[in-house]
């Protein structure tokens, strides 16, 4: 029976409609359109692509004046549900769209007709939008994503488009970006399509991207192939692969670098993790050249400093925890006092057996007289010195090229040969030692700089439909923010009326 009666409504309501004509009931009549996004997930924001995808679904909402009926007339029957061709529908558009088929991503069911006219049209659609991608701040960025609606052929004095604040009820959150805001609002703007200006609706969509993925992959290990290039200050200072380990690690910051930029647009401005990778690249450069510089100041045979240089080399070495050697201490004490290196002024170490030889040759002995007995006794004695002076001319001979052999002519070139590879040697130690500590404080500088440099870092959840200011202050964020991430959705604050 209501089949039947439904049927009749049908026909009387249809008889002379056409879908083709705006509903109006006398000429300069507006009409009236509210619409209501509910987004239920973020599928992608490219940032290459500079492209938003969002699946949503579209509430449109008017009223048909021709369209009405008196229910106790059709047994109290107050709305039908119609193929949504049967009525007019406003021809709202997505004005910053990014797909090419704009159809293809809306679907439209069916229309409820409610007996006073109301008519309510349902789409679920697949927005692909532009977004206008701002990286200067990447990995640690925020969008502001907009979705333009209006009406492509109807002016403002036709079809008057409102908004309504959207819904995050059944919202999803996308595992890149966080949903920080949400809101809307309705202007005018020019159109070319009419003399008149057109009514637009904008929804925003405030995102924070989600930088653990980044700062994992991709910061985390630049800043391990820097720190690794530091180990070639730890190598000795003779060791040829120093340099090798360095370019080594400037060609992993180049791949890296490289996958980096694949996933970012052109831009006029340079990203921060592009300025990080820039910088991870000079202190790599510059760790090279002080690679360089060691292997260099190792390879020299002879080097004799100034002494106010020697002065600096010895406290400075104090202050990086490598104290200078007694021996090379004394050399250089005794060559300040006398203005030159004096082997015999040189102070030997007990220990050193030289010194027990060299002392042997000043032996002197007493006087004696020219009793038989103590002739006798200075013939054998003058003979021990002759074969303690042969053994120490031999001796002379096999240990004219030692450091430690101090004798005049060869022998001190010998010993200032030797005392200068010890001067080299301290000096690259303090370098390898300076090079070290000034490229760790570099590179816990710029890894502090790269994490802290993006203005108000951290998810600061705001959801107010609205627009800003226009929510009650006493709404917990805090529990609207825990339900989205949970995918428990987020319902609506109370607005604050002025």
Partial sequence: MSTAIEQQLLTQLFSNYTS?????????????????????????????????????????????????????????ITRLVLPHHYTWRPDVMLLNTGGSVFTDATVNTNSILYYDGTVELITKSMYTSTCGVDIAWYPFDRQDCKLKFASWTYDSTQVALSGHPPDLETFTPNPEF?????????????????????????????????????????????????????????????????????MNCLLAMVVFLMAT???????????????????????????????????????????????????????????????????????????????????????????????????A??????????????????????????????????????????????????????????????????LTSVVDRMFFLVFIIINVIFATWVMTAAPDMGQKFSFCPYGKGHCAENFNFNDCKNNLEAGRGCAQPPIVID
């Fill in 20 to 76: 083709a004509l705006r509903p109006y009931m006398h000429p300069g009549q507006t009409t009236n359109v509210s619409m209501h996004l509910v987004l239920f997930s973020i599928v992608s924001l490219s940032t290459l692509n500079q492209m938003l995808v969002t699946n949503n679904e579209m509430l449109f909402q008017w009223q048909d004046l021709l369209l009405q009926w008196q229910p106790q007339h059709y047994g109290n």
């Fill in 178 to 246: 966080f949903l920080e805001d949400f809101w809307f609002e309705d202007s005018i703007v020019d159109n070319p399509c009419c003399s008149n200006p057109v009514t637009l609706v904008t929804f925003h969509l405030h995102l924070l991207r989600r930088s653990y993925f980044i700062v994992y992959f991709f910061v985390l290990p630049a800043a391990i192939i820097n720190m690794c290039s530091l180990m070639s200050f730890v190598l000795p200072t003779d060791c040829d692969e120093r340099v090798s380990l360095t």
């Fill in 361 to 426: 040759a000043h032996i002197t002995f007493p006087a004696v007289d020219d009793q038989d007995y103590h002739r006798r006794s200075l013939a054998v004695l003058e003979t021990l010195v002759s074969i303690t002076k042969k053994i120490l001319q031999i001796h002379t001979v096999h240990t004219s090229h030692s450091p430690r052999h101090i004798t005049s002519g060869r022998g001190s070139t010998s010993m200032s040969e030797h005392f200068s590879v010890l001067e080299c040697q301290f």
């Fill in 261 to 359: 930029t694949q996933g970012l647009p052109p831009s006029p401005t340079v990203p921060l993790i592009g300025e990080y990778y820039a910088a991870c690249t000079i202190i790599l450069s510059l760790c090279i050249a002080a690679s360089v510089i060691s292997l260099r100041l190792s390879s020299l045979q002879r080097i004799s400093l100034p002494h106010f240089c020697r002065f600096i080399l010895k406290y400075l070495g104090y202050a990086l925890r490598l104290p200078l050697s007694s021996e090379l201490d004394e050399y250089w004490d005794q060559e300040r006092k006398d203005g030159k290196f004096n082997p015999a002024k040189l102070r030997i170490h007990p220990s050193s057996p030289i010194g027990t030889i060299n002392d």
